[in-house]
């Protein structure tokens, strides 16, 4: 079935620090949404990318989508200690499918 | 700003109990979906409703879950027979016709 992976799946930064998380899918996405959940809270929906190669910026997150619509990526610029938390992307088949999400990525930031 | 709600946020049960979880999408919403969370693992799709009718369902969701949309309202899963595996926080989301799926707060279920 698809599977969608998703690298580190821990980071520490210093605060200031920039920060990558990496997300793959072994098949091709209809599009790719991007969550933050906090310790003890839900999924929070950050962004969803559609097209092919696709760039979007939230102040200082910056979202990618792969040319081929299977990879994604969310870069965050000078990292701050509200960003802790895990970054899950998840990404459907077709309109309207289940999300299969990655294992998602937890950041720590110390000031 | 609308939001999805669930209740309770808290269940504990004793394991071969039925529970319902019950959860209120986003009104304007055709898409409904419960997903589940076992403590720090990553968020497992369940089921997917829509047009009053099950759309898609995970190999997770056996016969012992069923859903339902009783009322225009209400969006409701049900356990019948609890086992100490099911212990897990339980999203529900909803979406347009557009993807975007919204979560709810979730209710974190423990089974005795």
């Known amino acids: 079935g698809q599977q969608v992976m998703q690298i580190p799946q821990y980071q520490h930064v210093q605060e200031g620090e920039d920060f990558t998380t990496y997300c793959n899918s072994s098949?091709?996405?209809?599009?790719i949404q991007w969550y933050k959940q906090r310790p003890g809270g839900h999924p929070v929906f950050l962004i969803q990318?559609?097209?092919?190669?696709e760039v979007k910026k939230q102040k200082r997150l910056t979202f990618q989508f792969g040319e081929a619509k299977k990879n994604s990526s969310l870069h965050i610029t000078a990292t701050q200690t509200t960003d802790v938390g895990t970054y899950f992307c998840?990404?459907?088949?077709?309109?309207?499918?289940?999300?299969?999400f990655g294992k998602g990525t937890t950041l720590s930031v110390s000031s | 700003e609308p939001e999805v709600t669930q209740t309770p946020s808290h269940q504990v049960t004793q394991m071969g109990q039925e529970v319902i979880l019950r959860c209120v999408p986003i009104?304007?919403?055709?898409?409904f979906y419960w997903y589940r969370q076992i403590l720090g693992q990553k968020v497992e799709f369940l089921v997917s409703?829509?047009?009053?009718?099950?759309?898609?369902k995970s190999e997770i969701f056996d016969d012992q879950f069923s859903v339902e949309r009783p009322d225009g309202s209400n969006f409701t899963l049900k356990i019948r027979s609890t086992k100490l595996e099911d212990s897990a926080m339980y999203f529900c989301?909803?979406?347009?016709?557009?993807?975007?799926?919204?979560f709810g707060p979730g209710t974190r279920l423990t089974v005795l």
């Open positions: 409703f829509y047009n009053n009718e099950i759309s898609e």
């Open positions: 009104s304007n919403h055709l898409y």
């Open positions: 990318l559609v097209k092919s190669g």
């Open positions: 989301a909803s979406a347009t016709l557009a993807d975007t799926q919204y």
């Open positions: 998840a990404g459907t088949r077709q309109a309207g499918t289940a999300l299969i």
């Open positions: 098949t091709t996405l209809s599009n």
